[in-house]
């Protein structure tokens, strides 16, 4: 089954850029989405369709997707950026949503 | 207001069956995709299954480790789909989310904790 993988953490300064990777086999061939989830909270889309911003979330979240990375940027980071962000990719072949295990973001 | 409600979840042991409700409202039902995910303590999302709408093929298609096991299915009539957990492991101890969308979830519930233990 296809795997995709995140590291367990970043860190980053409030005002400086984060940059969230989530790894899998030709990724690039795929649509990746991106969750934010909060302590105690659900998921929420931040970046859909590799590189889409969903209404409401600010123009601070980007996203690329090429090769065998997916990328999330956060710029300007703020202290309500800290949470959990989760990749999610269809695997077509197994025909499974995929998650990836997740970064934990901390703004320093 | 899009909003997805879960219900259902507590203490079971193992062996134990429940189901979980999730009633949906501020949206076209009835044209929905529908998806279960589970986070275990401290863990990743993982996904359960999803069912697709009935004005498409209205299946449901499972993740592996629960084929068998759980049983995704709804009622449009109450706009509400349901998640099946029959022969429950301690692993299966989760906060079971329900989620909206056919290509990616653009809503999700507050989740429902099942706790597997004896």
């Known amino acids: 089954s296809y795997v995709l993988t995140q590291p367990p953490s970043v860190s980053v300064a409030p005002g400086k850029t984060a940059r969230l990777t989530c790894g899998g086999n030709?990724?690039?061939?795929?649509?990746v989405h991106w969750y934010q989830q909060k302590p105690g909270l659900a998921p929420v889309v931040v970046i859909c369709?590799?590189?889409d911003r969903p209404s409401g979330i600010p123009e601070r979240f980007s996203g690329f997707n090429s090769g065998n990375t997916a990328t999330l940027i956060i710029s300007r980071v703020e202290a309500g950026d800290e949470a959990d962000y989760h990749c999610?990719?269809?695997?077509?072949?197994?025909?499974?949503?995929?998650f990836g295990g997740g970064t934990k973001l901390t703004v320093l | 207001e899009v909003r997805l409600v879960e219900s259902g979840g507590g203490l079971v042991q193992p062996g134990g069956s429940l189901r979980l409700s999730c009633a949906g409202s501020?949206?076209?039902?009835?044209?929905?995709?529908m998806s279960w995910v589970r986070q275990a303590p401290g863990k990743g999302l993982e996904w359960v299954g999803r069912?697709?709408?009935?004005?498409?093929?209205?299946?449901?298609d499972y993740a592996a480790p629960m084929r068998g096991r759980f049983t995704i299915s709804r009622d449009d009539s109450k706009s509400t789909a349901y998640l099946q957990l029959n022969n429950l492991d301690t692993e299966d101890t989760a906060v079971y989310f329900c989620?909206?969308?056919?290509?990616?979830?653009?809503?999700w519930g507050q989740g429902t904790l099942v706790t597997v233990s004896s």
């Open positions: 989620t909206k969308g056919a290509n990616y979830f653009d809503h």
């Open positions: 501020g949206f076209s039902f009835t044209y929905a995709w």
């Open positions: 069912i697709q709408s009935n004005t498409d093929a209205g299946t449901a």
């Open positions: 030709n990724i690039g061939d795929k649509t």
């Open positions: 369709y590799n590189s």
């Open positions: 999610q990719v269809w695997d077509s072949s197994s025909e499974h949503w995929v």
